[in-house]
């Protein structure tokens, strides 16, 4: 049975960083690929990141390029997001999301299969 299991949120500063961690088990990950999405009160979840197991290629949201990257430790079946530069409006609950391989071309936005309890980040302005 797939788990992921988030840490790492918490209560920030406009300006500060988090790193948010996702753990993995049950089962073989190679070539699968990781997502991070966020929802924040009263509006709908959203993607924010994408990473592939397997080559590491990665896709992100237009709101967080250049602050957010996404990693993946391939030896602890684990994908990290590190936050930088956060803004107020990145408080959200934040959750990680696993899929099969894609080969489309946009295979960041395919279905995930596997999601996980989500994690709270809140940026204080």
């Known amino acids: 049975q797939v788990q992921l299991v988030e840490s790492g949120g918490g209560l920030v500063q406009a300006g500060g960083s988090l790193r948010l961690s996702c753990a993995a088990s049950?089962?073989?990950?190679?070539?699968?690929?990781m997502g991070w999405f966020r929802q924040a009160p009263g509006k709908e979840r959203e993607f924010v990141a994408a990473?592939?197991?397997?080559?590491?290629?990665?896709h992100y949201a237009d709101s967080v390029k250049g602050r957010f990257t996404i990693s993946r430790d391939n030896a602890k079946n684990t994908v990290y997001l590190q936050m930088n530069s956060l803004k107020p409006e990145d408080t959200a609950a934040y959750y990680c999301?696993?899929?099969?391989?894609?080969?489309?071309?946009?295979?960041?936005?395919?279905?995930?299969?596997?999601w996980g309890q989500g994690t709270q980040v809140t940026v204080s302005s």
């Open positions: 049950g089962r073989t990950f190679s070539s699968y690929r």
């Open positions: 999301a696993l899929a099969p391989p894609s080969y489309d071309s946009r295979w960041y936005e395919r279905p995930y299969d596997y």
């Open positions: 990473i592939r197991w397997s080559g590491g290629s990665t």
